[in-house]
């Protein structure tokens, strides 16, 4: 029988012979490890709306959509135009300018936690800040994490992201993170509230995705986000979202306002920045007052949050306008839409799986959602680590990511986000690939 791989290689031999050149050039061939999977990666030439073409020519409906960035499709004509009116203005300035103060009021408008807000240049840096300056704030040390959250390359966070969890994330990482970030079980109020008064004297903060990325964007549930909230107000110390895929695609105000919980900290990334490279750190005006650069009182302290040479770039701050601009004056029809086409795709994917007796089931929310292999029946979806305890992940899911790009769909982790742009014929499209892949891999 001929292995799934070779179907792929004998459409994609010149993003083979692409990947061969970049292996000399950059390790691994990439420039984000997430961009690697097995044989190779296709090399993508161009995109428009739900699509995106390869290197040699080949046609895919995108799920992946730039990590999650795109909620209206590839290159929507809102945001080329802002991008091509930049332009025209110039590109980079290493200062401020009247643009900027428009997207942050715009941030502030529409984020309930926001009451100031500022810009970075990535997820990760924001979530570095949201750290430093919960530590800096409270004059604690601890912070808690979820066990499975992903928060970007933050050395503070880089803890307890794969299972089984107790191994290091990485070599060249301090040993001591392990004193002062620690873990704790998602959706698990007992668990986490153990942890929580076992660390309460130098707890400086606790953060989290509400709807976690890693755990099959499993949504918090409503008591485990009050208790938190409780707490950390209880004992001084800061509640941190992240909402950098979360904010502005589960709602327009993001989790927090679906959930009606505003944190003290909020990071955001992603779609703010219209799919220019963005971050940011929005949070109570008490607490990100104290990051100014300017001196009120001899009993100024500096808080170092906000380097980067191109924090609040001008064309990020165009595009990241633009979007959450047409995103508010579209509300009413965007996430309804993306409601209830997120839940036919689900649906439809997991009657196509369990119909040809495939041990997986795909979960999420709203436009969001990922595929498990194989999934035990009766696990609890509330939680990270009990879906990676369920899961295969390594082999069946690149087997079906792959089988699926045959079929001309592109997936991440077994699913991906929908868009504005996707159509009714995208998404029968992707539940029909879904039924014929689930047919093969049963297959002896
Ligand atoms: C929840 C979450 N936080 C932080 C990050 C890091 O963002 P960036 O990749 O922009 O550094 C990511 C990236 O995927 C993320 O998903």
């Not at 799986?353 to 999934?375: D, K, M, R, W, Y």
Request: hydrophobic share 40%; aromatic share 8%.
């Amino acid at each position: 029988m001929k292995h799934f791989f070779d179907a792929y290689r004998l459409k994609t031999p010149l993003s083979g012979n692409l990947f061969k050149r970049a292996k000399k050039v950059m390790p691994g061939g990439i420039s984000h490890n997430i961009h690697y999977f097995p044989p190779y990666p296709f090399f993508i030439k161009k995109t428009k709306g739900s699509k995106i073409w390869d290197a040699d020519g080949n046609e895919y409906v995108d799920l992946w959509m730039g990590n999650y960035t795109h909620i209206l499709g590839h290159r929507p004509q809102v945001i080329v135009r802002a991008i091509e009116q930049q332009l025209k203005e110039g590109i980079h300035w290493g200062s401020v300018y009247p643009k900027q103060v428009e997207w942050a009021e715009l941030i502030q408008e529409l984020v309930p936690s926001a009451e100031m807000v500022r810009f970075c240049c990535s997820g990760t840096e924001a979530t570095m800040y949201a750290v430093r300056l919960a530590r800096a704030f409270t004059g604690r040390k601890i912070i808690l994490k979820i066990a499975g959250g992903w928060h970007g390359a933050n050395p503070d966070l880089s803890l307890g992201i794969k299972m089984p969890y107790e191994r290091e994330e990485s070599l060249g990482l301090l040993p001591e993170l392990q004193k002062y970030t620690k873990m704790i079980p998602f959706n698990d109020l007992s668990g986490t509230l153990q942890i929580i008064h076992r660390n309460k004297k130098d707890l400086a903060g606790i953060i989290l995705e509400p709807i976690v990325g890693e755990g099959g964007f499993t949504p918090a549930t409503k008591e485990y986000l009050q208790m938190l909230r409780s707490e950390t107000k209880k004992l001084g110390a800061l509640l941190i979202f992240d909402e950098v895929i979360s904010c502005f695609r589960v709602a327009l105000g993001g989790a927090q306002e679906m959930f009606k919980i505003t944190p003290d900290l909020t990071t955001l990334g992603k779609i703010t920045g219209g799919g220019m490279p963005v971050g940011a750190l929005v949070g109570r005006k008490k607490i990100l007052e104290k990051t100014s650069p300017e001196k009120k009182s001899e009993k100024w302290e500096r808080i170092l949050i906000g380097g980067g040479t191109f924090s609040a770039h001008p064309l990020a701050a165009a595009a990241g306008l633009a979007m959450l601009r047409y995103l508010k004056d579209h509300r009413e029809e965007i996430y309804p839409l993306l409601e209830s086409n997120g839940e036919k795709v689900r649906r439809g994917m997991n009657e196509a799986l369990h119909q040809e007796g495939v041990n997986a089931l795909a979960t999420g929310i709203g436009s969001l959602f990922q595929t498990h292999f194989p999934f035990q029946k009766g696990g609890l979806l509330n939680a990270p680590h009990l879906i990676h305890r369920f899961t295969d992940l390594k082999r069946k899911e690149v087997e079906f990511r792959i089988r699926m790009l045959t079929k001309g769909i592109h997936v991440m982790h077994g699913g991906g986000c929908l868009t504005t742009a996707h159509s009714d014929e995208d998404i029968e499209k992707i539940i029909k690939a879904t039924r014929e892949v689930a047919g093969e891999m049963v297959q002896p």
